[in-house]
Nanobody, 124 residues
Framework: QVQLVESGGGLVQPGGSLRLSCAAS????????IGWFRQAPGKEREGVSV????????SYADSVKGRFTISRDNAKNTVYLQMNNLKPEDTAVYYC?????????????????WGQGTQVTVSS
């Protein structure tokens, strides 16, 4: 059974940093595209950063480019999202999601498996 469990969220001040973790089980992470998505109250879920399984290439939403970094630790079957210089508009529930395949995309509807989410709140 595919399972994704996010952790690492919390309350931080603007300009601060958080590192989110997504522990995967029930599948081999390196053969799946995986990514981070977020949903703020009243807004649609949006892609934040994704990682392809084929070559490890990554993509980022324009709003987080240069501030967030996605990475994989295949030995631990875990994906991370390092978030730096956080802004209030980054406040959302962050979800880890995965889909079998080699090419990642930023469209939430194309991902099959989702974690429960972890809350990130950026406020002074």
């Amino acid at each position: 059974q595919v399972q994704l469990v996010e952790s690492g969220g919390g309350l931080v001040q603007p300009g601060g940093s958080l590192r989110l973790s997504c522990a995967a089980s029930g599948f081999i992470l390196e053969y799946y595209a995986i990514g981070w998505f977020r949903q703020a109250p009243g807004k649609e879920r949006e892609g934040v950063s994704v990682s392809s399984s084929s070559d490890g290439s990554t993509s980022y939403a324009d709003s987080v480019k240069g501030r967030f970094t996605i990475s994989r630790d295949n030995a631990k079957n875990t994906v991370y999202l390092q978030m730096n210089n956080l802004k209030p508009e980054d406040t959302a529930v962050y979800y880890c999601a995965t889909v079998m395949g080699t090419t990642a995309n930023m469209i939430p509807q194309l991902y099959d498996y989702w974690g429960q989410g972890t809350q990130v709140t950026v406020s002074s």
